[in-house]
C-alpha cells in the first residue's frame, strides 16, 4: 500500500523558514519515473504546484516561488523534503505531498510528457504563519 | 487567478448527467494530456481522470474526462449524493514548467 505523510510545523513566524518533511511508505524514492511533489492550499483557494523531485534527483520548482524553495530527498529514509524560506501570512495554507507517476520524451531540446499527475496524496499538513 | 478557466459551481440532481469545463491554452490543454481531481470536504484531492480520459483503478465509470483543443470537460452520469465534492483540472503548462490547477468548482447534488 502507497502512502504520503506530511509532517512540520503548525505555526511559523514571518520571515522564518519552515521545513516540511514527506515520509512516504510502498514506493521507492530511487526508482523509476516516478516524482514526488508538494501541492498547497490556503484556505478557500485553488491548488498550487510547487515543487517537484524525480527519483534521479531532478528538480523542478514553481517560477514564482523559486528562490524561496528548496526541495529535496533521503532515499535511506524514505523522505521527501520541502524548505520554504521568508515565510509570509500569504503562505498561510494546507501543504501537500503527492507522488506524481510520470512519462516523458525530449523533443529537441525540450521535455515534454506524455502524462504527468498526482496518484496518491498525503492527507496534508496545515501551517499558518503569524506572529 | 487560475491559468485554467472553470466555472466556480456546477449542480445536478440525483441521477442527472452534469459537466464541468476546464478551458486553458495552447501551452497546457493544447499541448499536454489532463487530469482530474475529487476533493471531499475536508479531505485531499483524489484524483479522477489522467491522460485525458483515463481512470485509475477503482473510480467508477460514471466518471469520464474528454479534451478537444485546448479545452477539456469532466463527465458525471448518474449522479449521487456522495459526488458532492469540489473538482478541479490539472495540467503541465509548457510555459511555466511546471503543472497548473484549475481554481475547482463546487459540484452540489440538489
Known amino acids: 500500500q502507497v502512502t504520503l505523510k506530511e509532517s512540520g510545523p503548525v505555526l511559523v513566524k514571518p520571515t522564518e523558514t519552515l521545513t516540511l518533511t514527506c515520509t512516504v511508505s510502498?514506493?521507492?524514492?530511487?526508482?523509476?519515473?516516478?516524482?514526488v511533489s508538494w501541492i498547497r492550499q490556503p484556505p478557500g483557494k485553488a491548488l498550487e504546484w510547487l515543487a517537484h523531485i524525480f527519483s534521479n534527483d531532478e528538480t523542478s520548482y514553481n517560477t514564482s516561488l523559486k528562490n524561496r524553495l528548496t526541495i529535496s530527498k533521503d532515499t535511506s529514509k524514505s523522505q521527501v523534503v520541502l524548505t520554504m524560506t521568508n515565510m509570509d501570512p500569504v503562505d498561510t495554507a494546507t501543504y501537500y505531498c503527492?507522488?506524481?507517476?510520470?512519462?516523458?520524451?525530449?523533443?529537441?531540446?525540450?521535455?515534454?510528457?506524455?502524462?504527468?499527475?498526482?496518484?496518491?496524496w498525503g492527507k496534508g499538513t496545515t501551517v499558518t504563519v503569524s506572529s | 487567478q487560475s491559468v485554467l478557466t472553470q466555472p466556480p459551481s456546477a449542480s445536478g440532481t440525483p441521477g442527472q448527467r452534469v459537466t464541468i469545463s476546464c478551458s486553458g491554452s495552447?501551452?497546457?490543454?493544447?499541448?499536454?494530456?489532463v487530469n482530474w481531481y475529487q476533493q471531499l470536504p475536508g479531505t485531499a484531492p483524489k484524483v479522477l481522470i489522467y491522460n485525458n480520459n483515463q481512470r485509475p483503478s477503482g473510480v467508477p465509470d460514471r466518471f469520464s474526462g474528454s479534451k478537444s483543443g485546448t479545452s477539456a470537460s469532466l463527465a458525471i452520469s448518474g449522479l449521487q449524493s456522495e459526488d458532492e465534492a469540489d473538482y478541479c483540472c490539472?495540467?503541465?503548462?509548457?510555459?511555466?514548467?511546471?503543472?497548473?490547477f484549475g481554481g475547482g468548482t463546487k459540484l452540489t447534488v440538489l
Open positions: 495552447s501551452s497546457n490543454i493544447g499541448t499536454n494530456t
Open positions: 503527492a507522488r506524481t507517476p510520470y512519462d516523458d520524451f525530449w523533443g529537441g531540446y525540450v521535455r515534454n510528457y506524455y502524462y504527468y499527475y498526482m496518484d496518491v
Open positions: 510502498g514506493f521507492s524514492l530511487s526508482n523509476g519515473k516516478m516524482a
Open positions: 490539472a495540467v503541465w503548462d509548457d510555459s511555466l514548467n511546471g503543472p497548473v
